[in-house]
Each structure stands twice: as C-alpha cells, then as structure tokens.
C-alpha cells in the first residue's frame, strides 16, 4: 500500500506563492508518474498537472499554466508543485495522486491539503 502524504498548504494572499510537496512511501517511486488535482467546495475534482516517471515530461491545466511547476526529486521519493501568482480562484483542497508501472490511471492518492487564497 502506497501511501502519499502531501504538504505545504496554507493561507496566501493573491499573488503570493507556496510550494506543496509530496511523499511517497512508494519503493518504485522513480518509475511512477505524479500529478496533483485540486478540488474547490461544491466543485468537481479538477486536473493540476503531472510529471512523467523519468521527470522530462510535464503536462498544465490551461488555468494553471505559467504560473505552477510541477518537479520530482526520486532520490527523495518527493513530488512538489511550486505556485505562483496565486489567485483566489486557486482556493481548494490539492490532492497528490501517482499512477504505479502500467496502471493506466491514478490509483494512488494523498489526504489532500489545503491552499487558501485571501484577495
């Protein structure tokens, strides 16, 4: 059982920046590809971003680009996404996820940690 336990969650004014980060008890971490979702009060479970296993590949929400990076670090079993420019709208719960070797879907998921962003 992988478990993933995200923080670095917080209050921010717009504009500021945080950075979340991921571990992952996971012992095949390095061929494992990571994302982060987010999911606001009373909204659907929205995609962030992701990073492929070997960390060269990166994919945004359009809502997010320019602004968020996602990044790896396998000799730390840790994912993190760096925010900035944040923006109310950016308020919710973000949720680690990671898709384990040939899995096909994100079946592994953190507690989720919360980002409040104050106007």
């Known amino acids: 059982q992988v478990q993933l336990v995200e923080s670095g969650g917080g209050l921010v004014q717009a504009g500021g920046s945080l950075r979340l980060s991921c571990a992952s008890s996971?012992?095949?971490?390095?061929?494992?590809?990571m994302a982060w979702f987010r999911q606001a009060p009373g909204k659907e479970r929205e995609f962030v971003a992701a990073?492929?296993?070997?960390?060269?590949?990166?994919s945004y929400a359009d809502s997010v680009k320019g602004r968020f990076a996602i990044s790896r670090d396998n000799a730390k079993n840790t994912a993190y996404l760096q925010m900035n420019s944040l923006k109310p709208e950016d308020t919710a719960v973000y949720y680690c996820?990671?898709?384990?070797?040939?899995?096909?879907?994100?079946?592994?998921w953190g507690q989720g940690t919360q980002v409040t962003v104050s106007s």
């Open positions: 996820a990671a898709q384990a070797y040939r899995a096909g879907t994100w079946n592994y």
């Open positions: 990073i492929w296993w070997s960390g060269g590949v990166t």
């Open positions: 996971s012992e095949t971490f390095s061929i494992e590809n």
